[in-house]
């Protein structure tokens, strides 16, 4: 490693590289480090980087006002610092976007401390504060300072950030306005004509469709990682659900995201992740078919994944498809024609999403 500036480069840059799911080719790289070195600083600063990403996401807890933000930033923030980020990262994080920056200062911090004081793996596991048990058994008493170092910086910095912007805008959520109650009379017959223009959301599956609050992550039965409706899959083909660009695309298969475009040219993001907590299998049964900036259109096909394999793992393959910036369109609704639970063939209608903007517009005079 190359010293304290690397390890300060590498835990700078390791969230975003998770972002991008190029982390997935780290471990052949950490076994060759593994015989050469006796030890790898991958790890060691991937743990550092997953803590400082929940320190952010647990302060945000601490601050927010709502109870949608609370309950999302708490649970996620729980989760990132035993290792799974994902939920803190694209849920919390990601969507207030400086308690993700201030977290990758954090993670710079502890990947820098992590050079200095020559923590190496010799195993992997979940990348947090259990992250210690992977580490050469001198470091342990070492790595377990720096976790609660890295923690303890980065929690204080989005809290005194977080205060600022309390103390400067009211609140840090940015839902804190509240939504406006549903229009009568002549507004209301401009949210109907709205509906005749939404954007309409094939099934990217052919299985049984169940309401969202239906399935058992918590967070998607909330609707806090957005508005829709979720799929127990019976053939294991993942297909676009709209025309557009593909924005999201794990290496590992199990998640993506299709970016179309509304009528009035405002976006419209579908995410549709196969299962829960299958990132863990990393990538095992699953065969990705598009990748990330492929243009797609409706029915093609994004991924195959074994069903029977998945569930052999102790993994569920219930899959959420949610418009995940729901807050800036529209309703989302069930299509007209889908009945919940009730089975759906792909390319069959799910989902239509309103144009805020037509749903929004006051009566004329």
Request: glycine content about 12%.
């Amino acid at each position: 490693m190359a010293g304290p500036l690397g390890g300060l480069l590498f835990g700078l840059f390791y969230s975003p590289i998770v972002i991008t799911g190029l982390h997935q080719s780290f471990p052949p790289i950490e076994i060759q480090l593994w015989a050469s070195d006796g030890g790898s600083f991958v790890f060691p600063v991937a743990s550092m980087a997953n803590i400082a990403q929940g320190a952010a996401t647990l302060a945000v807890w601490t601050l927010a006002k709502s109870d949608k933000l609370k309950g999302l930033a708490g649970a996620s923030g729980f989760s990132a610092i035993f290792g799974i980020t994902e939920p803190a990262i694209f849920g919390v994080n990601l969507r207030l976007r400086w308690p993700f920056f201030v977290a990758m200062g954090g993670a710079a911090l502890g990947g820098a401390l992590v050079a200095i004081f020559k923590i190496k793996a010799t195993a992997l596991g979940a990348a947090g504060f259990i992250g210690v048990v992977s580490m050469r058994a001198g470091d342990w008493g070492t790595f377990m300072i720096l976790a609660v170092v890295t923690f303890a910086v980065t929690f204080a910095a989005t809290w005194a950030y977080g205060r600022y912007l309390v103390a400067k805008n009211g609140s840090i959520d940015p839902d804190a306005a509240g939504t406006a109650p549903a229009a009568e009379g002549a507004a209301g017959a401009a949210i109907a004509k709205a509906a005749e223009d939404a954007t309409a959301v094939a099934s990217p599956l052919t299985g049984q469709a169940l309401a969202l609050s239906e399935v058992s992550d918590p967070m998607f039965a909330a609707g806090k990682l957005g508005a829709g409706v979720a799929v127990v899959p019976e053939e294991g083909v993942l297909r676009s659900p709209v025309a557009g660009t593909v924005t999201v695309a794990f290496p590992s298969g199990h998640a993506f995201a299709v970016r179309t475009k509304a009528q009035d040219g405002s976006n419209v993001d579908i995410l549709m992740h196969i299962g829960f907590d299958t990132v863990n299998l990393k990538g095992e049964h699953f065969s990705p078919r598009a990748g990330k900036g492929d243009e797609v259109q409706v029915g093609d096909v994004l991924c195959e994944f074994d069903i029977a394999a998945i569930k052999a793992a102790g993994y569920e393959v219930t899959t959420p498809v949610v418009v995940a910036n729901a807050k800036k369109t529209g309703p989302v609704l069930p299509a007209a024609s889908l009945a919940l639970p009730g089975a759906i063939t792909a390319g069959e209608g799910l989902l239509t999403v309103d144009m805020k903007q037509v749903a929004d517009a006051a009566p004329s005079a």
